[in-house]
């Protein structure tokens, strides 16, 4: 299972605030995911992608990222309360192969997924929660709005 998470608002903030704001706000999020059994693959601005299925795989792994993302949404909701900010969560889950370990050499150095499972897990919904071909959830929190 492969989570992309936007946290938006957070690229409207004032460049000085941002980076201790996405610090702690990204260590939340991945609290959540680790806890539930996945691992972030990367940050990306303010985008964070995480995996569940590698390096050990679990039958419920579908779950796990589907509670860990409503817990998520949560923690931004929680996080922006508390701080009086406008941000929201908007993301999408998707199935499909993961590479875990080696790439471009022998080191360790990262997971990778097929391009084109990573481009429909991407898409954004326009408001709530969809069900687009090819497997994927995408959803939207409007509190940014």
Same mark, same amino acid.
């Given at each position: 299972?492969?989570?992309? %998470?936007?946290?938006?608002?957070?690229?409207?903030?004032?460049?000085?605030?941002?980076?201790?704001?996405?610090?702690?706000?990204?260590?939340?999020?991945?609290?959540?995911?680790?806890?539930? $059994?996945?691992?972030?693959?990367?940050?990306? $601005?303010?985008?964070?992608?995480?995996?569940?299925?590698?390096?050990? %795989?679990?039958?419920?792994?579908?779950?796990?990222?589907?509670?860990? &993302?409503? %817990?998520?949404?949560?923690?931004?909701?929680?996080?922006?309360?508390?701080?009086?900010?406008?941000?929201?969560? #908007?993301?999408?889950?998707?199935?499909?192969?993961?590479?875990? $370990?080696?790439?471009?050499?022998? #080191?360790?150095?990262?997971?990778?997924? #097929?391009?084109?499972?990573?481009?429909?897990?991407?898409?954004?919904?326009?408001?709530?929660?969809?069900?687009?071909?090819?497997?994927?959830?995408?959803?939207?929190?409007? #509190? &940014?709005?």
């Amino acid at each position: 299972m492969i989570l992309f %998470a936007q946290a938006v608002g957070l690229a409207d903030m004032p460049e000085g605030e941002r980076a201790a704001v996405a610090d702690e706000l990204f260590g939340r999020l991945r609290e959540i995911i680790e806890r539930s $059994g996945g691992v972030v693959d990367k940050f990306i $601005g303010d985008v964070v992608m995480a995996i569940w299925g590698a390096p050990v %795989a679990h039958e419920d792994d579908p779950a796990r990222a589907a509670r860990a &993302s409503l %817990a998520m949404g949560e923690a931004v909701e929680r996080f922006a309360d508390e701080r009086g900010l406008r941000l929201g969560m #908007r993301g999408g889950i998707n199935r499909g192969e993961v590479l875990f $370990g080696s790439v471009a050499g022998e #080191r360790p150095t990262a997971m990778t997924t #097929r391009p084109t499972r990573i481009r429909a897990g991407s898409a954004h919904g326009t408001g709530g929660t969809s069900r687009p071909a090819g497997g994927s959830i995408t959803w939207m929190s409007d #509190r &940014s709005s």
